[in-house]
């Protein structure tokens, strides 16, 4: 177990460098000059050229990308160059929203694909299975925005329940968790759908399983074998999908923000590219990233937890 | 399951359909505006209603079908031309250096939130439907060079590629004529799965203003437009989103039907 774990925090440490080399490069391809960019058109050239010593972009490419790379590790993300504030600060205020919001949806998805998967598995290839495996595939087909937008009229517009976008803040608990809801639901669903099916086809394969057939030669019904045995060995590929979509619950976030006004990182990457404040989409968009891996990481560590045959990889 | 294969091809062959008679036959000229009609709910005259500029969105349905199916069909083009030789040379040369870089770099492609960089890229490049296509498809690459590597890996241990080796063929030609072809039902399958994404990624991306510009219609842009009329004139958002939602659906329903039909091992295991 060690050594498995020294081979993938360097594997990890790896992907993390890498990453960074990425998005410094292609925040580099963002065409216009943040400084003059800030100064507007009628800047004098001098002018423009002392605020990019100011900031910095007057240094060669490696030296700009190793000052940025010893801030992050020192925890200095840079100050952003439309709001003159810490960038670590900003991320901060945004990641409330979006944790938050990614933790809401993933728990209303497993909610919603824990009794459709196993529902469905307990009556495979049965109409009760054929209608619920229906019912997902318009799930796994429906654009979240657009559902968000349905969900706006219907919730907002017409019974006016919940509001219709815009975030108070956390000094108001409950008006805060309000303006979640809507979002969690249109961020859940399409993942839910997809879940489920993961579910089921899990429950599906562990069900044809000897030890299931000798738990109901004991007498177990179908959904008593499968609540009681199935559903903990079909959990590994679960888990796994559970894992990919907390990160891009986390960092797809990004267009059901748009739609509903949320502060949150998805909407701050969104708005800093449209205002060329570099500094925030790259670090932004470096901690997104690198949530990611960390999150893959610790699903991988848990499994060889787990299961000891996945670290002889 | 037939039924799916039947449904898939008829929801998938209508957008298809719609975007082929667009260029020779539309409803309604889409660059005609005409104010005094706008936001008018389906009628004889506009099956489908007109927008908020008076233009007939049954028309700007159709005319936006083109931009999302050549952006994903192209992106799904990108994925499989350069994921299909990856994931072949890596499974060809399993555990070298260059099937762990491959794979690895894989990897890491996949730890990139893929919405987020496809907004950087498109934004680092300017909005416009050839990025989109660029941001989508650089996505697609990983998937194909996985499903390749991973569905080639167990038939380069069967009997007749052995037979292959020792007569003297060379591993790119037994790439492409043996193990090719014996994966070329999964790539299929996968290439329609990936299809249907790239719908849904282009309406997104199009939805935040990075995807196909002003006055190439697209679905995406219909939604985004018709978001602050959707208390007054319901019509405008409900009809490109059941549009994407019906093609996307047709897809997937196409996907899983022609994995049973192409697999008769895999039927049933999902």
Redo the contacts between chains.
């Keep these: 177990m060690r050594r498995y774990l020294l081979h993938r925090l360097i594997a990890l440490g790896l992907s993390l460098a890498v990453a960074s080399v990425l998005i410094f490069s292609v925040v580099e391809l963002v065409p216009g000059d943040p400084a003059s960019y800030m100064l507007g058109t009628g800047a004098q050239p001098e002018t423009v050229a002392a605020l990019r010593q100011q900031m910095g972009l007057d240094l060669p490419l490696p030296l700009r990308y190793l000052h940025w790379v010893g801030g992050v590790l020192t925890g200095d993300l840079g100050h952003s160059f439309t709001y003159k504030t810490p960038v670590a600060g900003m991320i901060l205020d945004r990641v409330q929203v979006s944790l938050p919001l990614a933790v809401m949806a993933l728990a209303l998805s497993v909610a919603i694909a824990l009794p459709i998967g196993m529902f469905a598995a307990a009556r495979l290839g049965r109409p009760g299975d054929t209608i619920m495996m229906g019912a997902t595939q318009i799930g796994i087909s429906l654009p979240n925005f657009w559902f968000a937008m349905l969900l706006v009229l219907l919730f907002a517009v017409r019974l006016r329940l919940l509001p219709a976008g815009g975030f108070p803040g956390w000094d108001h608990p409950l008006a805060a968790l309000k303006s979640l809801i809507l979002p969690a639901i249109a961020l859940a669903l399409p993942q839910a759908a997809i879940l489920a099916r993961v579910l089921r086809s899990a429950l599906a394969e562990t069900l044809g399983q000897d030890y299931i057939r000798t738990a109901r030669a004991k007498g177990l019904s179908r959904s008593q074998a499968l609540r009681r045995h199935a559903l903990r060995n079909a959990l590994i590929p679960v888990v796994t999908i559970l894992g990919m979509q907390f990160s891009f619950l986390l960092a797809g976030a990004i267009i059901i923000e748009n739609v509903f006004y949320l502060p949150g990182l998805g909407r701050l990457i969104f708005q800093a590219i449209t205002q060329r404040d570099l500094i925030v989409v790259q670090s932004a968009v470096l901690v997104l990233v690198a949530a990611v891996i960390l999150v893959t990481f610790l699903v991988d560590l848990t499994y060889a937890a787990i299961d000891p045959r996945l670290r002889q990889r | 399951m037939r039924l799916s294969l039947i449904l898939g091809g008829l929801f998938s062959g209508m957008a298809v359909l719609a975007a082929m008679l667009s260029f020779v036959w539309t409803p309604a000229e889409i660059t005609q505006l005409a104010i005094p009609d706008k936001l008018l709910p389906p009628s004889a005259a506009h099956w489908l209603g007109t927008d908020q500029l008076g233009r007939d969105m049954l028309s700007m349905i159709m005319v936006g079908a083109r931009t999302s199916i050549a952006v994903a069909l192209v992106a799904v083009v990108i994925g499989m031309g350069l994921g299909v030789p990856l994931g072949l040379v890596a499974a060809a040369r399993k555990g070298s250096w260059l099937d762990e870089t491959i794979m690895?770099g894989n990897?890491?492609i996949f730890?990139?939130?893929?919405?987020?960089?496809a907004?950087?890229?498109t934004?680092?490049?300017?909005p416009s439907a050839v990025n989109a296509i660029i941001a989508i498809g650089i996505f697609n690459i990983p998937v194909f060079a996985r499903v390749t590597r991973g569905s080639a890996l167990p038939i380069w241990t069967l009997d007749y590629i052995r037979a292959a080796r020792v007569a003297g063929k060379g591993m790119t030609l037994i790439s492409l004529q043996h193990i090719l072809p014996n994966i070329a039902n999964i790539l299929i399958v996968q290439g329609t799965i990936q299809f249907?994404l790239g719908i849904?990624a282009e309406?997104?991306l199009s939805?935040?203003g990075l995807g196909a510009q002003p006055p190439v219609p697209s679905w995406?842009r219909m939604?985004a437009e018709?978001?602050t009329m959707?208390?007054i004139a319901?019509h405008v958002?409900?009809v490109?989103?059941l549009a994407?939602?019906v093609t996307?659906?047709g897809l997937?329903?196409l996907g899983?039907g022609l994995r049973d039909a192409l697999d008769p091992r895999l039927r049933?295991?999902?």
């Design positions: 690895r990897d890491l730890a990139f939130p893929s919405l987020v960089i907004i950087l890229i934004a680092a490049l300017g249907s849904l309406a997104g939805y935040v995406g939604l018709a978001q959707i208390s319901p958002a409900i490109p989103g994407i939602v996307v659906l997937n329903l899983d049933g295991s999902r």
